[in-house]
C-alpha cells in the first residue's frame, strides 16, 4: 500500500489486495441515507417515530470530528488491512458458511442457538435502523475502510455486527461457563479469545468509519437482549423439542406464517436502506432450520438431528472432508440450484415485480439517495423459500450425503 494511499483524503476506501480504490472523493452530502434535514423526516414519519428520531439524532449529529480525530490517531495500512478483513466476519457469505459447521459435528443444539440468536439480532437491529433512519458518521471527515460499498448504503443505529458479535461472544461464554471436561487454562484461552473476537468487531466498526458510539451501544443492547431471550427460552420452557412433537404439523405452518409475518410487517425505511434483505435471510433460515428439525424428529428419525461425529475417530482430515462437503452442498443450492429452481416455480404463481424495485448505485456517482419505493413481493418470498432452503440443505440433505459418502 502507497504512502499516497494512506493519506489519501477520500471519504471511502475500499481495499482490492494491496491497493485502495478512492471512491466520492466529491460526494454529494445526501448520498448516505439519513443525512437529511429534518423536515425532509418528518413528512413521511409518525409522530412518535419522528420524536424518536429527534431525540436519538442528537447522539449522531455532532459524533464525527471527534471519530475523526480517533479515526486519525490510529489508522495505518496494517490496521486497514486487518479491520477491513476481520469484519467479513460480520458478513451475509461467512454466517452461510460457517454457522452450519457445529451442526455437522454433532453440535446441533450449538447451532440453533447461533441462529436464532444471530436471526433475530439481524432482524431487530434492521427493523431499528429502518425505523430511526440514522445516518453513520459523516464521510468525509471520516475514511470509510471497507471490502464493499453495500454496506455504507445503510443506516447507522443500531451496528448489525455488534449485535451479533454480543450476542455470539455471550452465548460462548455461557458454553464455557457450563463445560464441565474443559481444564481451568483451556477456559482461560477461550474466554480470552471470545473477548478478543468481541472487540475486534466492536472496535473495528468505529475504527474503519461505519458507526458512531450510539450504533454500538445500541447493537450490543440487542444482542444482549436475543442471548437473553435465548437462554431465558432454554433454561424455563421445552419450546424446542416438545413443541415439535406435540403441536404436530402446526409448529412448521405456524413458524412459517410468524416469518412472514415479521417481514410483511416490516417498517419501511424514508430512503432506501439494503438491510432488509439480511432481515429476510435470517428469517428464511430461522423457519426452514424449525420446519426442516420438525420433519427430523417427526418423519426422520431423532438420530438425523444429531449427526454422528467424534474427533477420535474422524480425526482432522475426515473432518475437514465433511466441512467440504457441506459448504458445496449449500454452495450448490444457494448460488445454482435454487434461485433458479425457486424463482422459476414462483413466478408462474405471481408476477414478477422485481424491476419494479431495483436502486442502481453508481459507486463513482455523487446522486442522492433515493426514496424508498417499497418492497418486491416476489423478491421478498423468492428470497425466504432460498434460504429456508439452505437451512433444509444443512439439516436434511447434508446428514444423508455424510452417512452415503462415508464421511
Same mark, same amino acid.
Given at each position: ?32 441515507? *439519513?443525512?437529511? %434535514? &429534518? ?8 409522530? #412518535?417515530? =419522528?420524536?424518536?428520531?429527534? $431525540? !436519538? ?98 443506516? *447507522?443505529?443500531? %451496528? &448489525? ?8 461472544? #455471550?452465548? =460462548?461464554?455461557?458454553?464455557? $461457563? !457450563? ?229
Amino acid at each position: 500500500m502507497t504512502s499516497r494511499s494512506r493519506a489519501c483524503t477520500s471519504s471511502e476506501i475500499r481495499i482490492e489486495g494491496l491497493d485502495e480504490v478512492d471512491t466520492y472523493k466529491d460526494k454529494h452530502p445526501f448520498a448516505d441515507p *439519513g443525512n437529511h %434535514s &429534518s423536515d425532509h423526516f418528518k413528512r413521511k414519519m409518525s409522530p #412518535m417515530r =419522528f420524536k424518536m428520531r429527534n $431525540y !436519538l439524532a442528537r447522539y449522531t449529529e455532532n459524533q464525527s470530528e471527534l471519530l475523526f480525530k480517533w479515526q486519525s490517531r490510529f489508522r495505518c495500512s496494517m490496521l486497514d488491512k486487518y479491520f477491513a478483513y476481520t469484519s467479513l466476519m460480520g458478513s451475509h457469505m461467512f454466517y452461510v458458511v460457517m454457522v452450519p459447521m457445529p451442526r455437522w459435528i454433532g453440535c446441533s443444539d450449538a447451532c440453533r442457538d447461533l441462529v436464532y440468536i444471530l436471526g433475530y439480532s439481524i432482524y431487530v437491529s434492521g427493523f431499528l435502523k429502518d425505523y430511526w433512519c440514522l445516518p453513520r458518521p459523516k464521510s468525509p471527515p471520516l475514511t470509510r475502510v471497507t471490502l464493499s460499498g453495500y454496506t455504507t448504503k445503510e443506516y *447507522g443505529a443500531p %451496528s &448489525s455486527h455488534t449485535a451479533n458479535a454480543t450476542g455470539v461472544t #455471550m452465548l =460462548f461464554l455461557w458454553y464455557i $461457563y !457450563l463445560s464441565e471436561t474443559m481444564p481451568l487454562a483451556w477456559k482461560s484461552v477461550a474466554v480470552a479469545g471470545a473477548f478478543f473476537y468481541y472487540f475486534t468487531l466492536t472496535l473495528g466498526r468505529i475504527y474503519c468509519g461505519m458507526h458512531g458510539i450510539l450504533d454500538i451501544v445500541t447493537g450490543a443492547l440487542i444482542g444482549s437482549f436475543c442471548f437473553i431471550a435465548r437462554w431465558a427460552v432454554l433454561s424455563f420452557t421445552d419450546f424446542d423439542k416438545a413443541s415439535m412433537q406435540e403441536w404436530g404439523i402446526w409448529f412448521p405452518i405456524l413458524s412459517i406464517a410468524f416469518g412472514l409475518m415479521l417481514l410483511f410487517k416490516h417498517v419501511g425505511p424514508v430512503d432506501h436502506c439494503p438491510c432488509f434483505d439480511d432481515s429476510v435471510a435470517f428469517v428464511g433460515v430461522i423457519c426452514g432450520i424449525e420446519s426442516s428439525d420438525w420433519l427430523s424428529w417427526t418423519v426422520w428419525g431423532a438420530e438425523n438431528y444429531k449427526v454422528y461425529y467424534s474427533w477420535e475417530e474422524f480425526g482432522l482430515l475426515l473432518t475437514l472432508r465433511r466441512i467440504v462437503v457441506g459448504v458445496v452442498l449449500v454452495l450448490v443450492w444457494k448460488n445454482l440450484i435454487g434461485k433458479r429452481l425457486i424463482y422459476s416455480i414462483l413466478h408462474l404463481i405471481l408476477d414478477d415485480d422485481r424491476h419494479l424495485y431495483v436502486h442502481k448505485h453508481d459507486k463513482t456517482s455523487s446522486r442522492e439517495v433515493p426514496l424508498f419505493s417499497g418492497r418486491s413481493k416476489s423478491d421478498l418470498l423468492g428470497r425466504f423459500i432460498l434460504y429456508a432452503g439452505v437451512a433444509a440443505v444443512v439439516v436434511l440433505i447434508c446428514p444423508t450425503a455424510f452417512r452415503i459418502l462415508g464421511v
